[in-house]
């Protein structure tokens, strides 16, 4: 939201941010449903659950509203392209991070993520896994399961974890919940050795990063989604320019105690 706006102001373009408080693909539809009726210049949106939204985004196309999908992709909908995470960067920046800590030392993993069907967390997961084939100490995958993105079974699958695998010395998440689960775990158990890296810059993770619980986590650019995405969108209106690529990284940041009160900034550049 606040790269959209920052972009809106900037641009001098009228900016209405809506959507619903929580997931409601239902919602969503609506609010795109009342976006063409008002005859909107152009959409940015997630496309969270194409096969629900899908109708929606056709009547988009209909209309001659062009749409811009964040975050996520529906190769079966029509969009002019796609800015969100390269999960793949992602998860390797994150294993580099952690073979320069664990500086050869054998390496015993615990990845969660929120369902083992999700498109991000394999492909994130995948590109961890991907880097660590490069690590010149022993790296072993000790337990990798889903959480369906609920704190009380994140937790209650690191509690499970940790007794049955005690060789267990780091926990990746790519899945939000996984670091403040694994930190609430590992405080309640007294398992100050195990390196916990997050994913997104959510404050109950940042708060554990400060206590020093959690080591790092990687930020997704949520703000260069709105920002560029409106660029993207504002090209192709004014201009009659598509995006030269259609699918565009808009890139995340290593956060850790050391840069935890810079990193915001650097995701603005």
Same mark, same amino acid.
């Given at each position: 939201?606040?790269?959209?706006e920052?972009?809106?102001?900037?641009?001098?373009?009228?900016?209405?941010?809506?959507?619903?408080?929580?997931?409601d693909?239902?919602?969503?539809?609506?609010?795109?449903e009342?976006?063409?009726?008002?005859?909107?210049?152009?959409?940015?949106v997630?496309?969270i659950?194409?096969?629900?939204?899908?109708?929606?985004? +056709?009547?988009? /196309?209909?209309?001659?509203?062009?749409?811009?999908?964040? @975050?996520? $992709?529906? =190769? !079966?909908? *029509?969009?002019?392209?796609?800015?969100?995470?390269?999960?793949?960067?992602?998860?390797?920046?994150?294993?580099?991070?952690?073979?320069?800590?664990?500086?050869?030392?054998?390496i015993?993993?615990?990845?969660?993520?929120?369902?083992?069907? +999700?498109?991000? /967390?394999?492909?994130?997961r995948?590109?961890?896994?991907? @880097?660590f $084939?490069? =690590? !010149?100490? *022993?790296?072993?995958?000790?337990?990798n399961?889903?959480?369906?993105?609920?704190?009380?079974?994140?937790?209650?699958?690191?509690?499970?974890?940790?007794?049955?695998?005690?060789?267990?010395?780091?926990?990746?998440?790519?899945?939000?919940? +996984?670091?403040p /689960?694994?930190?609430?775990?590992?405080?309640?158990?007294?398992?100050?050795?195990?390196?916990?890296?997050?994913?997104?810059?959510?404050a109950?993770?940042?708060?554990?990063?400060?206590?020093?619980?959690?080591?790092?986590?990687?930020?997704?650019?949520?703000?260069?989604?709105?920002?560029?995405?409106?660029?993207?969108?504002?090209?192709?209106?004014?201009?009659?320019?598509?995006?030269?690529?259609?699918s565009?990284?808009?890139?995340?940041?290593?956060?850790?105690?050391?840069?935890?009160?810079?990193?915001?900034?650097?995701?603005?550049?």
């Amino acid at each position: 939201r606040a790269g959209f706006e920052d972009a809106a102001a900037k641009y001098g373009f009228n900016a209405q941010y809506v959507g619903p408080q929580g997931i409601d693909p239902a919602e969503m539809v609506n609010q795109i449903e009342i976006a063409i009726a008002n005859q909107v210049d152009g959409i940015i949106v997630m496309p969270i659950a194409p096969e629900a939204m899908r109708p929606a985004f +056709a009547k988009c /196309a209909e209309a001659g509203i062009p749409v811009l999908f964040v @975050a996520s $992709e529906d =190769y !079966e909908s *029509e969009s002019i392209a796609f800015i969100g995470t390269n999960e793949a960067a992602l998860g390797r920046a994150g294993a580099e991070a952690i073979m320069e800590k664990m500086a050869g030392e054998p390496i015993y993993a615990h990845i969660l993520q929120s369902t083992m069907d +999700a498109s991000f /967390a394999i492909k994130a997961r995948d590109g961890y896994l991907a @880097a660590f $084939e490069e =690590y !010149e100490g *022993e790296f072993t995958l000790v337990v990798n399961e889903a959480c369906n993105s609920d704190m009380m079974v994140a937790m209650e699958k690191y509690q499970n974890s940790f007794a049955a695998n005690p060789e267990i010395n780091v926990v990746i998440g790519v899945c939000g919940e +996984a670091g403040p /689960a694994a930190a609430k775990v590992v405080k309640e158990q007294g398992l100050e050795d195990i390196l916990i890296v997050a994913i997104d810059d959510v404050a109950e993770t940042m708060d554990f990063i400060e206590e020093g619980v959690i080591w790092g986590t990687m930020a997704q650019n949520f703000y260069s989604m709105g920002y560029k995405g409106s660029e993207f969108l504002l090209a192709l209106i004014n201009d009659g320019e598509m995006p030269a690529e259609y699918s565009n990284d808009s890139g995340s940041v290593f956060v850790t105690m050391e840069n935890i009160d810079s990193y915001a900034a650097s995701l603005m550049e």
